[in-house]
């Protein structure tokens, strides 16, 4: 009994001493910021300031218009990611400095890559340093306006399937279409069509492979959002458990269809204007060095190995991200046209007088020429950026201008995209839908970097203008055609999905569809 009893009165000690220096550690982390005199939201025990994003009953977009808001007043202040600390910037002139004049501070994301577990995480939007800037320069020549319009052709093929796809939902559902997942269709053709050269037939067929691997890479799941969550707030845990996204399947399919349609085109000679085309090149370039397969090295960090794995991961990001963004803003234009029909209408003319003044066609240059078509799709952007928030790592030690206040290399910094897009001090009544926002005089009038939703600075999207593009000829067909309207399934209001790091709405998003004139 008296051993019992000194084993469990040690146990106890253990548990108490344990107890201790977790209260330590959780205190010294939770007073980073008081310790450098930086205002700050209170963290609570476990979770800092994400307890609601954690258990997933706050979307991301919400997260950070709460913080925004509870730093009012402050340009800058800080809030704890689980025990992390992060800096959330207000001020569009410090945005300005993280974002470019001192972008050389800030250029990396800090996100979780391992190469050999996920092949497919080394892209451009994850990595960081020479990697990124070496990729970076060699990727930008296939998004020119030139290579645009030279994609133009199948975009538009893509577009009147489109057409087609929405006036038989429209049959089958008795008008009512949930128009979300035809665009993601749309986008996923237009991606393989355009960018690849590859008929993916997602509007065609139901059981299309590449729109159910892309609606997997996407899926809001519970274990794809944690798993996801663990790479971007416990990176080294991510690290130790070895999380793998996407799941090997995933990876394994579109690692597959690269190698597949890059020995394709070398073995037939096929010369496309395409993005894949630009990997091709890289590729020959890689195999025709004697130095095994490195590039040469730009600036700081050496040279870049340019593997298969690390060629897919490029091709992986730029389908998955340019079908998902894209159609998102396609469904949240086509809700807000349903809630404003003035605007519909008012759009719908000036497509309708911008084509005919085209001989009744589509062109590249008639779709550019929209002026209302591209005030309306900022709007929605403002009102639903892809992402709710930028996220920067300082690679240097860094003094705020302004202050003695003194980032430690590593510190993780929060630009909060859409709560800076609807504050009222830069967009008046910021819940109105109002396209006239972005009228030349409206802009001249507002500070810059209140309006983030490409990014800014030497890591803007290197997609934009596919992405810009294919959203316009979308919205274009479809609205020279048929006539958006609320119906009984519409969300009202729209709730954003928790489990989505992505800006998307619960739900689905349905709507009533019937052919201009009828």
Same mark, same amino acid.
């Given at each position: 009994m008296e051993s019992i009893a000194l084993a469990c009165a040690g146990a106890a000690a253990a548990l108490a001493a344990l107890a201790g220096l977790l209260g330590?550690?959780?205190? =010294?982390?939770?007073?980073?910021? /008081?310790?450098?005199?930086?205002?700050?939201? +209170?963290? =609570?025990f476990p979770f800092?300031?994400?307890?609601?994003?954690?258990?997933?009953? +706050?979307?991301?977009?919400?997260l950070?218009?709460?913080?925004?808001?509870?730093?009012?007043?402050?340009?800058?202040?800080? !809030?704890? +990611? &689980?025990?992390? $600390?992060? &800096?959330? !910037?207000?001020?569009? +002139?410090?945005?300005?400095?993280?974002? !470019?004049?001192?972008?050389?501070?800030f250029q990396d994301r800090g996100i979780f890559v391992d190469e050999r577990l996920n092949p497919l995480s080394a892209h451009l939007f994850n990595l960081g340093g020479a990697r990124w800037r070496q990729l970076r320069s060699k990727l930008t020549p296939t998004f020119t306006s030139g290579k645009m319009k030279l994609m133009f052709g199948c975009m538009h093929e893509c577009a009147r399937e489109l057409a087609l796809l929405v006036r038989a939902e429209a049959a089958r559902g008795r008008g009512r279409v949930e128009i979300k997942e035809v665009l993601a269709k749309f986008t996923t053709d237009v991606i393989g069509s355009c960018a690849f050269g590859l008929r993916c037939n997602s509007m065609r067929s139901p059981d299309s492979q590449f729109r159910a691997m892309g609606r997997r890479a996407f899926a809001p799941t519970l274990g794809l959002t944690l798993r996801t969550m663990a790479t971007i707030l416990m990176p080294s845990v991510a690290a130790l458990l070895k999380v793998r996204i996407p799941e090997r399947d995933v990876s394994d399919f579109f690692l597959n269809v690269v190698k597949e349609t890059m020995d394709y085109r070398e073995q037939n000679n096929v010369e496309r204007n395409d993005f894949f085309q630009m990997l091709l090149q890289m590729r020959k370039e890689r195999q025709a060095r004697p130095s095994g397969g490195r590039a040469s090295g730009e600036g700081v960090g050496g040279d870049?190995?340019?593997?298969?794995?690390?060629? /897919?991961?490029?091709?992986? !990001?730029?389908?998955?991200?340019g079908f998902e963004t894209s159609s998102a803003a396609m469904s949240f234009t086509l809700h807000e046209l349903?809630?404003?029909?003035?605007?519909?209408?008012?759009?719908? =003319?000036?497509i309708n007088a911008v084509v005919e003044k085209h001989d009744g066609n589509f062109t590249y240059e008639s779709v550019m020429n929209i002026e209302y078509l591209e005030k309306v799709i900022c709007e929605t952007l403002r009102k639903y950026p892809p992402l709710s928030a930028l996220v920067r790592e300082c690679n240097a030690t860094y003094t705020i201008p302004g202050t003695d206040v003194v980032l430690e290399s590593g510190t993780r910094v929060l630009i909060p995209v859409h709560a800076l897009q609807n504050d009222p001090a830069f967009f008046p009544e910021p819940q109105r839908y109002? $396209?006239?926002?972005?009228?030349?005089?409206? =802009?001249?009038?507002?500070?810059?970097?209140?309006?983030? $939703?490409?990014?800014?600075?030497?890591?803007?999207?290197?997609?934009?203008?596919?992405?810009?593009?294919?959203?316009?000829?979308?919205?274009a067909i479809l609205l020279h055609r048929y006539h958006f309207a609320t119906c009984d399934k519409t969300n009202m209001p729209l709730r954003f999905d928790p489990k989505s790091f992505l800006t998307t709405s619960v739900g689905?998003?349905?709507?009533?569809?019937?052919?201009v004139g009828s």
């Open positions: 330590l550690y959780f205190r =010294r982390r939770f007073s980073y910021w /008081a310790r450098r005199g930086v205002p700050h939201l +209170q963290p =609570r800092g300031n994400m307890r609601e994003r954690v258990l997933l009953r +706050q979307s991301a977009l919400d950070f218009h709460d913080f925004y808001w509870r730093l009012d007043g402050r340009p800058f202040g800080g !809030v704890y +990611q &689980l025990t992390r $600390p992060a &800096l959330l !910037v207000r001020d569009p +002139q410090l945005i300005k400095h993280i974002l !470019v004049k001192d972008f050389a501070c870049l190995e340019l593997t298969d794995n690390l060629l /897919a991961a490029q091709a992986f !990001v730029f389908f998955l991200a349903a809630l404003n029909p003035d605007i519909q209408r008012k759009l719908r =003319r000036e109002d $396209p006239e926002r972005f009228g030349e005089r409206e =802009r001249a009038q507002r500070p810059t970097h209140t309006y983030l $939703p490409f990014g800014d600075g030497p890591r803007l999207c290197i997609g934009m203008r596919f992405g810009q593009l294919q959203t316009k000829l979308g919205l689905g998003m349905w709507l009533k569809v019937t052919p």
